[in-house]
């Protein structure tokens, strides 16, 4: 059975720091492409980043590239997800989700229970 659980969400100060974490089970993290996406009250879920397996190629949204860093420990069974010079609109709940192959080109089969972000003074 798939499980992926959140960690590392909570309130900081704008241009804050935040390390999200993705702890995967029930099957081979190796294997497949994880994605990250957030979602802000009265909004629709927006994809933040995916994170490749293999070479571990990583793509970012544009408003956060050069602030997120998205990388993963297959040993661990971690993906994390690095959130610097946080601002107020990145205020949302974070999931991780699974994709169905090991590129950020297939689609999302399952996911997390999401962790909350807050950004504000």
């Known amino acids: 059975q798939v499980q992926l659980v959140e960690s590392g969400g909570g309130f900081v100060q704008p241009g804050g720091s935040l390390k999200l974490s993705c702890d995967a089970s029930?099957?081979?993290?190796?294997?497949?492409?994880i994605g990250w996406f957030r979602q802000a009250p009265g909004k629709e879920r927006e994809g933040v980043s995916c994170?490749?397996?293999?070479?571990?190629?990583?793509y970012y949204e544009d408003s956060v590239k050069g602030r997120f860093t998205s990388s993963r420990d297959n040993a661990k069974n971690t993906v994390y997800l690095q959130m610097n010079t946080l601002k107020p609109e990145a205020t949302a709940t974070y999931y991780c989700?699974?994709?169905?192959?090991?590129?950020?080109?297939?689609?999302?089969?399952?996911w997390g229970q999401g962790t909350q972000v807050t950004v504000s003074s």
């Open positions: 029930g099957f081979t993290l190796d294997y497949y492409a």
């Open positions: 994170i490749s397996s293999g070479d571990g190629s990583s």
């Open positions: 989700a699974k994709y169905d192959v090991n590129t950020c080109r297939g689609v999302v089969h399952d």
